[in-house]
């Protein structure tokens, strides 16, 4: 993308808001606040969530997920033969259309499942299945603290069904196993503590809550660094405080606030059995369908990044590995924009990627504020033009951590990319 061409909302302004993490992600321009509990993204906050949505996303499709889309908006029917009408009313937004109908926007999606499946999973051997969805979800939550507690979020959502207990535990398994690895390929650092399923029934849960410095709730959590033992105020072992011994590799735990950034539950035939999904059994019998429910918190994982890894430059994003989400790979930065550094840095802007890349090609601002800017979007390596190209040919590349080196332009698209 040329500078000139892309529409940036970053700013100097760090006042006026919540707490540092949201100060940040505004001075960035990531995010635009809509009022209490809304937050629209900007293009540079747009492509900063579809980066860590295609990881998550192939996440799911290797361990057989298969994605799906269902409505947001919800006749009431399916949420009472459910019986979480009146239980999740609360929360919900809901409303009569002009057929007098009773309607919501959807806070998540079992009951939506459940009639997506129906008719369709009738024997044992249509099952265990693994479908999942990235899509919005709507609380009447009480808003706080930037995007950890919106009125509208991005949630990847996904529900397993099975014939057998087994089934479900083992898939359980694979789902908590894929969100340690995309909580790690993330760079995050979390625990993961037992829970209460509470409004979505069921009979076992864990979240997973990353360590911050403004949470919304409390964390207690192992310090070695292998073990992700966490408990909450919700948890069963709720007692434990910090200095305790870890019930499960015997190092100490600390204390800290947290955000819950993912939940996993088992929920049986919460939902399966008043909605009458059912399967027909090898031996001719009928069973109810037992079920499983996954989710993670897009936009609240994006403010546990900003908040984990940012400075006081700005953002920054984790770059091990191949999982990049850093809205632009490198910035181009020329120390003028005319003659054979243009043409160098028209070469590099090619070759790096354009989509990929952020080129200065304007005289509009200076270097240091170009400098300040590509900080402030985290953006993982700048490649200079400056006085050293002009004499000898060596490109400067300088990493998001301030770490220099000089190459030959031919070697410089092989590293940022």
């Not at 009447?140 to 057998?164: I, P, Q, W």
């Not at 405080?241 to 735990?253: K, N, Q, W």
């Not at 590995?321 to 590099?348: F, N, T, V």
């Amino acid at each position: 993308m040329r500078r000139s061409e892309a529409i940036l909302f970053t700013s100097r302004e760090s006042t006026g808001h919540e707490n540092e993490t949201v100060a940040r992600m505004m001075r960035a321009g990531l995010i635009r606040k809509f009022g209490s509990g809304l937050y629209g993204l900007t293009p540079t906050g747009h492509r900063l969530r579809t980066n860590v949505c295609s990881l998550i996303t192939r996440e799911m499709n290797a361990i057989g997920g298969q994605r799906i889309s269902i409505p947001s908006l919800n006749y009431s029917d399916i949420w009472r033969a459910s019986g979480r009408w009146e239980r999740f009313e609360g929360e919900m937004f809901t409303f009569e259309n002009r057929d007098g109908r009773r309607l919501c926007l959807a806070p998540s999606h079992e009951e939506g499942v459940v009639r997506l499946v129906d008719g369709v999973v009738r024997s044992y051997d249509d099952v265990p299945v693994l479908l999942y969805q990235v899509e919005s979800k709507y609380r009447d939550d009480h808003a706080r603290n930037g995007l950890v507690r919106t009125k509208e979020f991005t949630m990847k959502d996904a529900y397993s069904l099975h014939s057998t207990r087994d089934s479900l535990d083992a898939y359980y398994e694979r789902v908590r196993e894929a969100y340690v690895r995309i909580f790690d390929a993330l760079d995050v650092e979390f625990a993961v503590a037992a829970a209460e399923n509470s409004v979505m029934g069921g009979s076992t849960s864990e979240e997973f809550v990353a360590v911050a410095d403004n949470g919304t709730l409390l964390l207690r959590h192992c310090e070695a660094t292998a073990c992700r033992f966490g408990v909450t105020d919700e948890s069963p072992r709720a007692a434990l405080s910090a200095g305790d011994r870890c019930p499960e590799c015997g190092g100490h735990l600390t204390a800290s606030e947290g955000i819950e950034i993912g939940h996993v539950f088992t929920l049986g035939t919460r939902y399966t059995e008043p909605m009458g999904l059912s399967v027909d059994d090898a031996d001719g019998s009928e069973r109810d369908v037992l079920m499983g429910s996954y989710g993670i918190g897009i936009e609240r994982l994006l403010h546990v990044l900003v908040s984990q890894h940012g400075d006081d430059g700005g953002c920054r994003w984790p770059m091990d590995g191949d999982e990049r989400i850093a809205p632009y790979r490198a910035s181009i930065i020329p120390l003028e924009y005319e003659g054979s550094i243009r043409k160098a840095a028209e070469s590099l802007y090619e070759s790096c990627g354009p989509d990929e890349t952020l080129l200065f090609d304007g005289g509009d601002r200076t270097i240091g504020e170009r400098f300040a800017e590509s900080d402030l979007l985290g953006v993982p390596w700048k490649v200079i033009l400056g006085n050293r190209y002009r004499e000898s040919g060596a490109v400067e590349l300088e990493s998001r951590d301030g770490s220099t080196r000089f190459v030959d332009v031919e070697e410089v698209a092989s590293i940022v990319g």
